[in-house]
């Protein structure tokens, strides 16, 4: 919240200038500006947040604009009956505009939203009927209360009303369980589905949010114009908005404000410059792509960044050193909630997976009990993380099946596992790296968060008490990794054996019925190590089924119930540790001699 009340301030000023000035230039100006900064709010949820690029932004304000002003003007509906309506049309057809985005990658998207801004330039000129052709739409009234039409200060005013009312429900989506899932599909999609996250519900969501706010622009602005003709929605109108986002900052709340005031405003007011804009803002786009790819916002989020960390140093190691010894890590770590149901145990028969030519398993059949550590080894490239995968959903098998507890899960999807309690841990960390190590840690409750929608837009009571509970326990769980003082920072940020911690971290969160773990223990420090064996062993304890896929032979040997060993896609033993890892041939043909 701190970090955007300097631009909250720069808004209010931008706000007061129109009504204080009496310019009606710059009233009509900044209400054109509010408008955008509204559609780009919602373009940067869809962008910023979700990553789903859209060049139909432009188009959206436009089926918004029309439909307000036919409603308004051909059949007498009052702004209030025909915003809404506009509103859930526009909605409408930017979820429409969503559904080839859930087969193709983001840039692919851009081409389809592309090519859907074009159509709907030109159904408008097609449809003269209805939309008036090339000559558009005149005679849209302005909004009345009774008999009293709204002044074009009222209109401002309205507009800076939806923008205040839009910027809180963005935040506290962004702050949520929702917001962590969109960023999640936007960095991590894998991931995203490992924890809950189904990515096609929330690109739908993203859309339909875009959509809303573009219908909502769409509305306003055929209020404020007073008319709308095809020439109004350009392709420059649709990449406006793009840029907007980019310029300000995508992923930041303050990002539209900021891009708006010095991609249109700034321009728009210093008028000697106009001709020039497309070359300036050219030069000011390339320069920002390879200064601050984060944009304005998130350029200057990371120099205050650095100079707080320039303060730093002399301050943290004298208040922080005895807060994470080795004893403080096992103490906190032994602390690991109850699983959210009985341990779940997997049945795998005749499992069959191939990448092309290479045969990553070869007929699997390996029965894993429930509440035992599952320790499976084996050499580079024999089918471990293939396995963990197919077993968590994320692949599916080419033959065979796969059951979970008494359920046949051969065709489930990864969400699905996730809600029945499996969670994972990555080999290569998949993180939120733009997020703090709390949020990350939060995202592992996705599954088991109870509060809906509608409480979490309006940060309803029930949705503020269940947040302060799952904080709390991030928090333990931080701290049990010795992190806890840097809940706040960045993930990305984080050296890589601290990635993985916060990797167990989110999944524990989650409070599994069954953990898969993929290598958690490479890159960790002899004490870090230590601590993981003593944690592994705390969670299984704890009533969690542990599949732990590992290189680290003592590890293994420790904490491991049951030992199963792959070379090349196939069950060479599987048997308690001291006979599977005992035999010299594993040893030294898979493993190499323990370190
Ligand atoms: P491990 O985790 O035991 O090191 P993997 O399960 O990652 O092994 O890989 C098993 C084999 O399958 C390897 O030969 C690997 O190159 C291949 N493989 C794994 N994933 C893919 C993929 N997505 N596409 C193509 N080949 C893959
Ligand atoms: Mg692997």
Redo the contacts with the bound molecule.
């Keep these: 919240m701190r970090r955007t009340v300097p631009w909250l301030a720069l808004l209010a000023a931008a706000a007061a200038l129109p009504l204080v000035s009496g310019d009606p230039t710059i009233t009509y100006l900044a209400t054109t500006a509010a408008i955008y900064v509204v559609v780009g709010t919602g373009l940067n949820i869809m962008f910023g947040y979700t990553g789903q690029v859209s060049l139909g932004q432009g188009a959206l304000v436009a089926v918004g604009a029309y439909a307000t002003g036919i409603l308004m003007a051909d059949h007498g509906w009052t702004f209030w009956a025909a915003a809404p309506v506009a509103v859930v049309v526009t909605a409408g057809a930017g979820t429409l505009m969503a559904l080839p985005a859930f087969r193709l990658s983001s840039w692919y998207i851009a081409l389809v939203t592309l090519g859907a801004a074009m159509a709907v330039r030109s159904l408008l000129v097609e449809f003269e009927g209805l939309t008036g052709g090339w000559s558009g739409l005149v005679g849209i009234p302005r909004p009345s209360f009774g008999s009293r039409e709204l002044g074009e200060r009222d209109v401002l005013w309205m507009v800076l009303v939806v923008n205040v009312v839009l910027f809180v429900m963005v935040r506290n989506i962004v702050g949520s369980r929702l917001g962590r899932g969109m960023m999640a599909v936007r960095d991590a999609p894998e991931m995203a589905r490992s924890v809950g996250v189904g990515p096609a519900r929330m690109k739908l969501f993203a859309f339909a949010c875009g959509g809303a706010t573009a219908g909502m622009g769409g509305a306003l602005l055929a209020v404020h114009h007073g008319l709308v003709t095809p020439d109004d929605f350009t392709l420059d109108f649709s990449i406006l908005f793009l840029l907007v986002v980019i310029i300000g900052g995508a992923a930041r709340l303050a990002g539209p404000v900021i891009g708006t005031l010095l991609f249109f405003a700034l321009p728009e007011l210093l008028t000697g410059l106009a001709e020039w804009r497309g070359l300036i803002y050219g030069a000011a786009l390339l320069v920002l792509m390879v200064y601050a790819p984060q944009g304005i916002a998130g350029g200057w989020d990371k120099l205050r960044a650095r100079r707080r960390k320039g303060r730093a140093p002399a301050a943290t190691p004298a208040t922080g050193a005895a807060e994470d010894t080795a004893e403080d890590v096992a103490e906190d770590a032994a602390e690991v909630g109850p699983p959210r149901g009985e341990p779940l145990g997997v049945e795998l028969s005749g499992v069959r997976k191939s990448?092309?030519g290479?045969h990553?398993l070869q007929g699997i059949d390996l029965t894993i009990e429930p509440g035992k550590v599952h320790a499976i080894v084996?050499p580079?490239?024999?089918?471990?993380?293939?396995?963990l995968n197919v077993i968590s959903r994320l692949l599916r098998q080419d033959a065979g099946r796969v059951l979970l507890g008494a359920e046949d899960v051969s065709r489930a999807t990864a969400e699905r596992l996730a809600r029945r309690g499996v969670a994972r841990v990555f080999?290569t960390p998949r993180l939120l790296g733009a997020s703090s190590l709390r949020d990350n840690v939060l995202l592992g409750a996705y599954a088991r968060e109870r509060a809906g929608g509608p409480a979490t837009v309006l940060r309803l009571p029930r949705a503020r008490r269940e947040r302060a509970e799952l904080v709390l326990e991030a928090d333990r769980l931080l701290a049990g990794h010795g992190l806890a003082r840097r809940a706040e920072e960045e993930a990305a940020a984080l050296p890589h054996g601290e990635q993985r911690l916060l990797e167990v971290a989110r999944a524990l969160m989650a409070r599994p019925r069954l953990l898969l773990m993929d290598e958690p223990a490479a890159g960790l420090t002899p004490r870090e190590l230590e601590a993981l064996g003593r944690l592994i062993r705390a969670i299984r304890d704890a009533g969690t089924t542990v599949v732990l896929?590992e290189h680290h032979i003592e590890l293994v040997a420790n904490v491991a119930d049951v030992v199963t060993v792959?070379d090349r896609g196939r069950l060479v033993t599987s048997g308690a540790p001291e006979e599977a890892l005992g035999d010299a041939r594993v040893v030294e043909l898979y493993l190499g001699a323990p370190a």
């Excluded at 580079?380 to 396995?387: E, V, W």
């Design positions: 990448f092309g290479v990553a084996g580079n490239g024999s089918g471990k993380t293939t396995l080999q896929v792959l």
